[in-house]
Each structure stands twice: as C-alpha cells, then as structure tokens.
C-alpha cells in the first residue's frame, strides 16, 4: 500500500500506542492511591506521614505484576528446555487458549499466596485486625487489584514488542528510581560525600548504557527484518534473557555466598562477584536457547551474521547488567541494568510504533 503523504511531506505520526500506554499510566496512578480496606485510618496516616511515598505499597495494587511475572518466569523457561511444548502452544489456537487460561490462574493464586503475607505483616504492624473478614479482604482487593492490571496491560499492543503492556507496568515505575538515584547523587555531592565528577560518571555510564542498548536493539532488528522474519517474535529475546540469567544467578550466587561463610569473610562485593561472573556464564546460555526456540517454533528464516548478533546484544546484556551493578557498589545507589534493559526496549517499541506511518513513507510503502 502506499503510504498517504500530509501536505508538509511527511506521513502523519500515530500516537494511538502512546494514548494507550497513558491509560495503563492512570489505571496505575490512580490505582496506587486507592488504599487496602480495612486498615487503621490512624495507622495509616502516621505510616504515610513518616514515608510519603509509601501510598503505593499499602494501596490495591501493591502487587504490581509481580504475580505475573513469577508465573511467566517459570513459563519461559519450560518454553526454552522444550521447543516442542512452545512449537505447541505457538500453533494450535486451542493449546494457546488453555495456556493463557493456566498462566491467568495461576496469577491470580500466586496474587492470593502472596495477599495473606501482606494481610500477615500488616496485621503483626497494627495496620489491619487479624481476623478472617479482614484478612479476605485485603487478599480479594490484592487479587482483584492485579486482575485489573492484567487486563489494563492486555490492551496495549505494539507491533515489535511482544506483552508489551506487561512490560510498561514492569519498567515504568523505575523511571522515577532513576530520578531518585540522581536526586540522591547529586546531595551526596552537595554535602561533599562524593565529588560532583562522581554524578558526571554516573549520568555518562547510564547514558552509556541505553545507548548500547539500542544499538544493539536495532542491529537485531535490522537483520530480522533483512531475512524476511518477525520482530514480534523475536522480541523476548530482547528482555527475557538479563531476568532469567538474573534470577539464576542470584540463587547459585546466595548458594555459594552462604557457603563461603564458614570459610571466608564475606562481604557485598564478594556477592556481586560471584553473582557478575555466574551472571556472565548463563546469559549466553540463555540468549542461544531463545533463538533456537524462536527458530524452532516459528520457523524463522536465518541470516547472515546471526550469531554475531545474537553475541553482541548477549555483550551488552552483560555489559549493562555488571557495569551498573559495580556502578550501584561504587555509587551505593540501586541501578538495575534488567530493569534498564526493559524500560529502554519499550519506550525504543513505542517510539517505533509512534514514527511507523513516517518511516514506511519514507520507503514509499
């Protein structure tokens, strides 16, 4: 089709994927100020005078997507170890009905398992009595609340990022932690605890690190869509991959640092070497899978270069994920090199998704 041109040359930008992703935006604000029923209006307000910020964590979606994302982590790795069952799920309409109805499920007991810890500690705290109608409804409202964000996340779509509503709530709220670390910077370097070079390093590191991210981001796009294949489909391996090798990691790395207790002294640094190196030797690990399940399942086309591709967005998956975990040691602020990789591959999607009518006028298609 060719593309319908405005009178100043240009196809007109669609700002439908930002207009939806700014829905999911108020469902959260205005979920987050909708406070647990049942608790101490005493309690809380004494609790929100002492953390002002801290509404979100006694509101109704306190859970986030949590649930979900511990249910699809667990999914994507039976997806990895067995191409057959993903190559099943991927072409039968029935077996994708039924996942998806299991995945929900599970979600919402997860949610549950999860709502009677935050009825317990906020009972142990005064905050609510601890009795069965109050322990019901903070669990059902906690259900409830992820229910909400589920659907909310289900409704916004992007066509080179798969899941991409789950992925906003995931890496959005981490846009003010970034603002908050550089907030905290810059007072250690008012008070003189650290030079003002230090938030110069600091701000040049993270910029560092979204730009190869890109880069890196689009190097796999351009060769996907060179072969004739489906960014879509080959989108999770843009985020899975840092969560997965993560999460591993930090479990051998908890094994080994308590181990090493009985023999060494240890210390944080010891634990970000363990977890950096442990991190370093599954990722790659991870990426081939992903691509071997994504060829696999659907069939895609391969290309020339796949496999340095495919090593340099691994490379900087490890370089972000360690370089801002030695920079959270140096700096002691937190910097999440996966949350990172997340937040800066959606907002690259919606971008592309906005400019889409643009660039395809650009190539007159």
Not at 98 to 104: D, E, H, S
Not at 109 to 120: E, F, S, Y
Not at 216 to 231: C, F, H, I, W, Y
Request: one cysteine or more; hydrophobic letters at 60%; a neutral charge.
């Amino acid at each position: 089709m060719v593309a319908q041109w405005n009178s100043e040359g240009s196809t007109a930008l669609d700002w439908r994927p930002v207009a939806s992703v700014a829905v999911l935006v108020l469902v959260l604000l205005l979920g987050s100020t909708l406070p647990l029923p049942g608790l101490d209006p005493v309690a809380l307000q004494n609790y929100l005078q002492a953390s002002p910020d801290g509404s979100g964590r006694v509101s109704v979606l306190a859970l986030g997507l949590g649930p979900l994302l511990s249910v699809l982590l667990v999914f994507e790795t039976l997806k990895l170890f067995s191409p057959a069952f993903s190559r099943r799920i991927a072409r039968s309409p029935g077996s994708r009905a039924k996942t998806a109805l299991a995945i929900r499920g599970a979600m919402l007991l997860v949610a549950a398992l999860q709502g009677l810890g935050i009825h317990a500690a906020l009972a142990e705290m005064g905050f609510v009595e601890n009795d069965p109608l109050a322990k019901l409804a903070v669990v059902a409202s906690l259900v409830a609340g992820v229910g909400v964000l589920a659907f909310a996340a289900e409704q916004v779509r992007l066509p080179l990022l798969a899941d991409a509503g789950f992925w906003a709530i995931i890496s959005l709220p981490w846009v003010e932690s970034i603002v908050a670390t550089f907030l905290e910077l810059m007072e250690y370097a008012r008070i003189g605890a650290i030079g003002p070079e230090a938030v110069v390093v600091a701000a040049a590191c993270l910029a560092a690190a979204v730009a190869s991210i890109v880069f890196a981001t689009t190097s796999l796009r351009k060769r996907v869509r060179e072969a004739g294949g489906s960014m879509l489909r080959w989108s999770p391996i843009l985020v899975w991959p840092p969560l997965l090798a993560g999460a591993v990691a930090n479990i051998l790395a908890g094994l080994a640092y308590e181990f090493a207790v009985t023999r060494i002294e240890p210390t944080v640094a010891l634990y970000s070497v363990l977890w950096t190196i442990l991190f370093a030797l599954i990722l790659p690990v991870v990426v081939f899978l992903y691509a071997r399940s994504i060829a696999k399942t659907f069939e895609e086309p391969d290309w020339p270069g796949r496999r340095a591709t495919l090593a340099l967005l691994a490379l900087t998956q490890i370089g972000v994920c360690a370089g801002l975990l030695m920079a959270s040691d140096q700096f002691a602020v937190a910097l999440n090199g996966s949350a990172l990789i997340t937040l800066v591959v959606f907002l690259w999607a919606l971008g592309q998704a906005v400019f889409a009518n643009r660039d395809a006028g650009r190539t007159g298609l």
